[in-house]
């Protein structure tokens, strides 16, 4: 009984500000775009290393913009997309500061 890992995507948080946003450095995306919406694919592992700024601007994975957490907001996020279909999109969220938020679609 082998099952093969999943891949796993790295995504670090360059800059956390209330008046910035939320900026990544990681594949696929543009390290200078705000909130960048991110299309996560089922099955897959990401990472989302907010370590720098996670005394400032904590992270967390909800339901909803001011929804339930998924995640927990520490400084280090591992998400593992579930199989399960879902057709509602998540949001990673400051806890600090509400109006810092962008959109995970599930693919």
């Not at 999943?6 to 008046?19: E, G, H, I, K, V």
């Not at 001011?66 to 509602?88: C, E, H, L």
């Amino acid at each position: 009984n082998y099952s093969s890992p999943s891949p796993t995507l790295l995504y670090t948080t360059n800059t956390a500000s209330s008046t910035n946003g939320y900026r990544f450095t990681g594949p696929g995306i543009t390290a200078t775009d705000n909130n960048p919406v991110f299309n996560l694919y089922r099955g897959f592992t990401y990472i989302f290393d907010n370590s720098s700024f996670h005394s400032t601007q904590p992270m967390e994975i909800r339901e909803s913009n001011g929804g339930a957490a998924v995640t927990a907001s520490t400084g280090i996020i591992k998400f593992i997309v579930p199989m399960v279909p879902s057709d509602t999109p998540l949001v990673y969220q400051s806890t600090a500061t509400p109006g810092m938020v962008g959109t995970i679609n599930i693919i």
